[in-house]
């Protein structure tokens, strides 16, 4: 469902109605996933109803979905073809976020469904995650924290390295990529990436050195990855490209869980090829893998790369204000 065109939900529907200028009615939407309370407010103020639940069960979304005309979700709630299709009043589903990999989109589109997500709205708080993780993995700021609350002074223990002059290498050049390359330049690193739809001149435009992901490997002191899961990133980082990386290598991934394969980081990190690991998003959602969140050099965090107050504003308020325009036949936004 992904397009390298950065238009990839724009389904069938969406193109008529975009180039057409046709407007359609939305009575109501069902709200999930604690979305701000701002996007109720600003559908309730352009006519819609909405109505806002923090939390369903599989069976209750099953039965309430068939009444609503429109639903926005975050990333908890699932919306599978199974909800789909039961869903016999839908035209509309908004991801008050970034990744729609939460919902159908194949079975949104057979049922002319439009699916439209917020690509923007919290860019810069998943770039700063990405950068808070990356340095408190450099200096051991949770295990040091942790055991100085646990009432130690362990000076010794956690000897960090510096930022500066080491090689952070970016896969995935896109919003959140360029953001932490300049971030991160601004502590002294060189940033080199791959991507393949941003050429290289593009990425010379921040500093950021191109290169085909082959050469990248084995000059990183330090790689991020900025990628939707998709079939050509699941595993990008590997069994067989740990072995091609730096020994001691570290590693970030605030995108989505398996773009760094699970297995393989932890045999890495067990063995040294990889020297840490920074993790917010995980195979699975809560993770299972505890030897994995156990393992002394893993940093990580809840999913939490979109949390705070300014980008869930952003998503809340883009998400209802798009919807409001697809009804009033205005052009359609998604990525
Ligand atoms: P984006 O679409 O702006 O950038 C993604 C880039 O990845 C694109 O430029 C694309 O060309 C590139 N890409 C695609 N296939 C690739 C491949 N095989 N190798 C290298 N690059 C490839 O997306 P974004 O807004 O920067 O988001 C990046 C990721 O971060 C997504 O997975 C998104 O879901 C995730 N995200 C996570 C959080 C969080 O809370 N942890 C928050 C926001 C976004
Ligand atoms: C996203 O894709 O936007 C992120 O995963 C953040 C989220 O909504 O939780």
Redesign the pocket.
Known sequence: S?S?T?RGHCIDRLHKISSNKMAFTLRNVLILDNVASCCAQILQDNGIKADSVAKLSKEELLARIPNYDGVIVRSATKITADVIDVAKNLKIIGRA???V?NIDVSAASRHGIIVMNT??G??L??AE?TCAMMCAMSRYLPQGHMSLKEGRWDRKLFMGNELNGKTLAI????????EVATRMQSFGMTTIG?????PASEAAEFNTEWME?EQLWSKADYITV?????P??RG?LGEKTFPLCKPGVRVIN???GG?IDEAALLKALESGQCGGAAL??FEQEPPTNSALIQHPKVVCTP?????TEEAQLRVAMEIAEQMVDAVNGKSLFG?
């Open positions: 992904y390298p950065r976020g970034t990744g990999d690509p923007a919290n860019t708080s998943a995650h896969v995935g050049l896109g919003k959140i990529g360029k791959y991507d393949p739809i941003i992901l900025h990628t939707p899961l998709i050509q990133t990008l605030v995108a989505r773009i917010d998003v999913h939490l790369g979109a949390s990525a």
